[in-house]
């Protein structure tokens, strides 16, 4: 014997009523109650407790009014039933001369308030509407939390895309800037070919020759550029390979080629100093190639007056002392958190004399398109690509420089012993 009633659809507009729940045997108190409640509240009544839990299960009751002396189900009954439906219906009970106790089991049960029967109309209305408060306070927290819950994890989400968005971005900046490299070679010992074929008339066995060793030297650039690109696209898939031995004088004699033809070495002096006892380094050899020519293309570009460049390489039998590797105005270590400090160790170092770096760009320099060259010049993406290889090599990476005197990059790395 479910009752119903609708009011104003106005007051509805913004805001949702709240539903009221009217359970009492009595055809009496329950006409009066929703006499009173109409024009506040959804009204809905039940005239036993079995109807008020069904009720309550078809519909979202904020609160209801129930009489703790019915026919049947007890009021007590009925409220410990309407709380296993939704833990968050307010109950006010309708007494009548009840025990202490009763009264205390209802309060265990969590019923909100308790008004006296016959009720006092201006104490149940207050009762009613400090619960219908109660609840929809509550609701507005349960939503809010949920609300706020989803926009986290929306958030998070959208963190994570951007993240892969923009690494991708990265990367590929990267590839072009990288393979950037070995096509100024190319495209430099294709012109020196050029140069010498349209000199001469008929190919002669010295012009063969010349052909022929710029021919090989392009063909590695080649090689190079597909390495690079491969390297990038596996990043991409998020593979790692396993990084091969390469000796470091074979390494210093790949870079000696790529700057013979390389712009930037104009008008400089460039020395590469060989060790005289070679070593491996377990380091992916492109990606090492790739770091000592990021630093020294920076070393020649670093002044327009001619200077010197230097790279060299040195045998560490012990490990490093961290302790004192300390950043400040003049230094600089990368990746020394993740660094396998384990002996041997390799340290590669390109050193210029040109102008140094001063002590307030000098902690910009690692991030993405940082440049202090101009925009046709530079992308600013050479030393962030430098220390994301150093870091994938578990490597060290430290710059050391002065104002006036000039700068020194060092990637130390894990050695190994050559097989030959
Ligand atoms: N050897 C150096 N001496 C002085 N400044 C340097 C040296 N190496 C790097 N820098 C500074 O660090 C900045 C960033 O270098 P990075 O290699 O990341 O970018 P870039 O050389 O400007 O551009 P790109 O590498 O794309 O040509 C340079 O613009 C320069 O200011
Ligand atoms: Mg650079």
Do not use: W
Request: aromatic residues 6%; glycine residues 6%.
């Amino acid at each position: 014997m479910a009752e119903s009633s609708t009011s104003d659809p106005d007051s509805t507009k913004f805001r949702r009523r709240g539903k009221l729940l009217i359970v009492d045997d009595e055809e009496g108190p329950r006409q009066s109650l929703k006499v009173i409640f109409k024009d506040d509240y959804e009204i809905l009544m039940a005239g036993d407790g079995a109807t008020a839990i069904e009720i309550a299960q078809k519909n979202r009751i904020d609160v209801a009014v129930l009489d703790i002396r019915m026919f049947g189900m007890s009021g007590i009954e009925v409220l410990e039933r309407l709380k296993y439906v939704d833990p968050a219906i307010e109950v006010v009970m309708m007494t009548a001369f009840e025990t202490s106790d009763t009264l205390r089991q209802a309060l265990r049960l969590r019923a909100a308030d308790y008004i006296n029967k016959p009720f006092d109309i201006a104490a149940m209305r207050a009762a009613v509407a400090n619960a219908m408060q109660r609840r929809t306070l509550e609701s507005e927290i349960d939503n809010n939390t949920e609300k706020l819950q989803e926009l986290r994890a929306e958030l998070q989400g959208r963190k994570i895309e951007e993240q892969i968005a923009s690494t991708r971005g990265d990367i590929y900046a990267s590839i072009i800037h990288d393979i950037n490299g070995p096509l100024t070679v190319i495209s430099g010992f294709i012109q020196v070919i050029n140069e010498r074929i349209s000199n001469t008339k008929g190919l002669r066995a010295d012009d063969m020759d010349f052909v022929k060793d710029r021919l090989k030297i392009i063909t590695r650039e080649v090689t190079n550029c597909i390495e690079i690109s491969r390297r990038y696209l596996s990043f991409l898939r998020r593979q790692t390979d396993d990084a091969p031995r390469v000796g470091v004088n074979q390494l210093f004699s790949d870079l000696s080629h790529l700057v013979q033809v390389h712009p930037a070495a104009l008008n400089h002096e460039f020395e590469i100093k060989p060790l005289t006892h070679d070593i491996g380094v377990k380091v992916n050899g492109t990606d090492l190639i790739q770091m000592l020519l990021n630093l020294t293309v920076n070393a020649f570009q670093c002044s327009p007056q001619s200077h010197r460049v230097e790279v060299s390489a040195r045998v560490l039998d012990e490990p490093l002392d961290l302790t004192k590797t300390k950043d400040g105005p003049e230094a600089r270590h990368l990746n020394v958190e993740n660094f396998f400090n384990t002996a041997p160790l390799v340290k590669l170092s390109v050193r210029d004399n040109g102008p140094g770096i001063p002590p307030e760009v000098l902690p910009k320099i690692f991030q993405p398109y940082f440049t202090t060259k101009g925009p046709r010049q530079g992308t600013g993406l050479g030393l962030n690509i430098v220390q994301r290889l150093v870091k994938e090599a578990k490597g060290m990476l430290e710059v050391q420089t002065r104002v006036g005197e000039g700068t020194t990059f060092s990637i130390y790395v894990a050695g190994a012993k050559l097989i030959s």
